[in-house]
C-alpha cells in the first residue's frame, strides 16, 4: 500500500496535465499513488493517462472518471478512494517540486509520536516558475497554526500546498448539497476548530498562471447568483470562528466577514438562506452590518449593469 496518495481532480486539462505528470515522475520518494478523478473531461484526457498506465512507471496510477459535478464532488470521491495514509492534493494544472513529498515526510518527522493525533495537515509554500515565493511566508518555522489562526491572527494569504491525514479528510467532505462553486474554507475552518497544522517555509509546489480564463464580464452576475450558497456558506463558517478577542484585535477583518455574508445572502432567494452563523454573537454581528451588505450588493448590480453597457457599444462601434 502506497504511504502517500497525490490527488489531482481534473476537468479539460490534458494540455496541462502532462507538466504535472513529468513533476510527479520525478519524485525522490517513490511509495506513492497518483490518483485522478476526471470530472466530465471530453479533451482526451482518459487517452492520455492510460498511455501513462500502460508505461513503464514505478508507482501506480489510477484514473476515476465521472459525470461533470464540479470540483467538491471530485475532491470528496478522491478522498474516499485514497489508499495512503497521507493526502497531498494537486490541480492538474500545477508541478510538484521534485522533492515535495520528502520534504512533508520529514515535516510529519518532525513532530513528535505523542502530539501527531491533534495535528491534520503539514504546509508548505509554493513558487512561481522563476522561484519567487507566492502568497505571504510563514512569520516563524515551524509554525503550529490552526488555518484560522493563520487566517484571523497571522494574516497569512496566497498559495499553500497541505499534506493531510486521510482519515481526518473523510470526517470533514465538502458538502455536495450545495450547487456550483464551494469555497475551501467550508472544509478547513470547521476541522480547525479541531486539528491544528505544521507549517513550514519550505516551497513544494509550482503554481503557474497560464490557465485561461472562462468567465466574462457579461456573465459575472449570473455567476455570482450560481455560486451565491457556497459563499454564504463559507462566510457563515468564518464568523463562528470569531470570538470577542478577534473582534477587539482585528475590527475591520470581522466586519468584513459578517458585511460579506449580508452582501452574498442576498443573492439567494428567501427559501434557501438556510446558512447562519452557529453563534448568537456571529448572528447579532451579521444583523448589524446587513446594510453595509445592501450597499455592496447594489453596487455588484451597478457595475456590472455598466460593464455590460459598455461591452454593447463596443460591440456597436466595430459595426459603425
Known amino acids: 500500500m502506497p504511504s502517500i496518495t497525490v490527488f ?20 525522490t520518494l517513490r511509495n506513492f499513488e497518483w490518483l485522478i478523478v476526471d470530472d466530465g473531461s471530453t479533451d482526451g484526457t482518459q487517452a492520455l493517462v492510460e498511455q501513462w498506465q500502460s508505461a513503464d512507471n514505478d508507482f501506480p496510477i489510477r484514473y476515476i472518471w465521472q459525470p461533470n459535478q464540479h ?10 478512494e485514497a489508499r495512503g495514509k497521507w493526502f497531498v492534493p494537486i490541480d492538474s494544472d500545477d508541478e510538484l517540486l521534485p ?8 515535516m510529519w ?14 504546509v508548505g509554500l ?14 516563524s518555522e515551524p509554525l503550529d497554526a490552526t488555518a484560522i ?17 486521510t482519515d481526518v479528510l473523510r470526517s470533514y467532505l465538502f458538502p455536495e448539497d450545495i450547487p456550483n462553486y464551494v469555497p475551501e474554507s467550508v472544509v478547513w475552518f470547521p476541522m480547525a476548530q479541531r486539528y491544528t497544522q505544521r507549517c513550514f517555509n519550505v516551497p513544494v509546489r509550482i503554481y503557474h498562471r497560464d490557465v485561461e480564463s472562462t468567465t466574462q464580464p457579461v456573465n459575472a452576475l449570473r455567476a455570482k ?13 468564518a464568523l463562528n470562528c470569531v470570538t470577542w478577542a478577534r473582534c477587539l484585535k482585528s475590527p475591520l477583518r ?16 428567501k427559501a434557501k438562506r438556510r446558512h447562519k452563523p452557529a453563534r448568537i454573537g456571529a448572528r447579532v454581528l451579521a444583523g448589524v452590518m446587513r446594510p453595509l451588505g445592501w450597499v455592496l450588493y447594489g453596487l455588484d448590480h451597478l457595475r456590472l449593469t455598466s460593464r455590460v453597457r459598455d461591452g454593447l457599444a463596443r460591440f456597436r462601434a466595430r459595426f459603425h
Not at 489531482?8 to 519524485?27: D, E, F, V, W
Not at 470540483?71 to 474516499?80: C, E, H, S, W
Not at 466577514?257 to 445572502?265: E, F, T
Request: aromatic letters at 12%; a positive charge.
Open 254 to 269: 470581522v466586519a468584513f466577514l459578517a458585511v460579506q455574508y449580508g452582501r452574498w445572502a442576498l443573492y439567494l432567494p
Open 149 to 165: 489562526e493563520q487566517w484571523f491572527d497571522h494574516r497569512i494569504r496566497g498559495e499553500k500546498l497541505g499534506c493531510l491525514r
Open 8 to 27: 489531482t481532480p481534473t476537468y479539460n486539462r490534458a494540455h496541462t496535465l502532462p507538466r504535472l505528470y513529468q513533476s510527479i515522475c520525478r519524485q
Open 99 to 106: 522533492d515535495a513529498l520528502e520534504q512533508f515526510m520529514r
Open 126 to 139: 509554493c513558487v512561481d516558475v522563476h522561484g519567487a515565493v507566492v502568497g505571504d511566508r510563514f512569520p
Open 109 to 122: 518527522q518532525s513532530i513528535p509520536e505523542a502530539e501527531v493525533d491533534r495535528y491534520c495537515a503539514v
Open 71 to 80: 470540483k467538491k464532488v471530485a475532491f470528496n470521491r478522491g478522498v474516499r
Open 225 to 237: 447568483y450560481q455560486n451565491a450558497e457556497g459563499a454564504v456558506l463559507s462566510y457563515a463558517e
